[in-house]
T-cell receptor, first 114, second 115 residues
Framework: AQSVAQPEDQVNVAEGNPLTVKCTYS??????LFWYVQYPNRGLQFLLK??????LVKGSYGFEAEFNKSQTSFHLKKPSALVSDSALYFC????????????FGKGTRLSVIA | EAGVAQSPRYKIIEKRQSVAFWCNPI?????LYWYQQILGQGPKLLIQ????????DSQLPKDRFSAERLKGVDSTLKIQPAKLEDSAVYLC?????????????FGQGTRLTVV
């Protein structure tokens, strides 16, 4: 069964500094990997995905993530954080083999301080 | 393109009552998911449909929860009877599920409070 670990409950970063939100995964086969963001009282919004190809994927709002197969990681990054990036971030994984479910981590709360 | 529609947005019921949630996925999306998100936690999959067939319902508490997807489009999730621990946001999502389009798109959710 697939699983996702987000080791940090909370990440604090100053506005303008780079940010990293960590994610590691476990699947039996090869993964599809995703990042979602959730603002208060809103549903989850898709940010970016890794399907195949280049290990560095770029997504919405200047976010990017790097797939590292040897470390089974898919960390979310942004070169310069904005206060408006403050939200709850979820990493998710799906096994490529078969019609498997999309499994989420527990989430990391990002606070960007002005 | 219209997004995933869910109703109602909010619902308050007493324990042991029943409740139903409705979801209309994005047109053409074959896969539909229902997730339960308890405050402070990540979404937990309840059930996954592919068209109108169930792919995964291993985490659905079948003694009280049921779901159906008639004609492979709209879906309803029902809880009967509700317990206090069912208080959560219920999220519906849909996915096209082509090789390059596997991401799921979410509705705004239904916030259920059981008192």
């Amino acid at each position: 069964a697939q699983s996702v670990a987000q080791p940090e409950d909370q990440v604090n970063v100053a506005e303008g500094n780079p940010l990293t939100v960590k994610c590691t995964y476990s699947v039996s086969g090869n993964p599809y990997l995703f990042w979602y963001v959730q603002y208060p009282n809103r549903g989850l919004q898709f940010l970016l995905k890794y399907i195949t190809g280049d290990n560095l994927v770029k997504g919405s709002y200047g976010f990017e993530a790097e797939f590292n197969k040897s470390q089974t990681s898919f960390h979310l990054k942004k070169p310069s954080a904005l206060v408006s990036d403050s939200a709850l971030y979820f990493c998710a994984v799906r096994d490529r083999s078969g019609n498997t479910p999309l499994v989420f981590g527990k989430g990391t709360r990002l606070s960007v301080i002005a | 393109e219209a997004g995933v529609a869910q109703s109602p947005r909010y619902k308050i019921i007493e324990k042991r009552q029943s409740v139903a949630f409705w979801c209309n996925p994005i047109s053409g999306h074959a896969t539909l998911y229902w997730y339960q998100q308890i405050l402070g936690q990540g979404p937990k999959l309840l059930i996954q449909f592919q068209n109108n067939g169930v792919v995964d319902d291993s985490q659905l508490p079948k003694d009280r929860f049921s779901a159906e997807r008639l004609k492979g489009v709209d879906s309803t999730l029902k809880i009967q009877p509700a317990k206090l621990e069912d208080s959560a946001v219920y999220l519906c999502a849909s996915s096209l599920d082509s090789p390059l389009n596997t991401e799921a798109f979410f509705g705004q959710g239904t916030r259920l409070t059981v008192v």
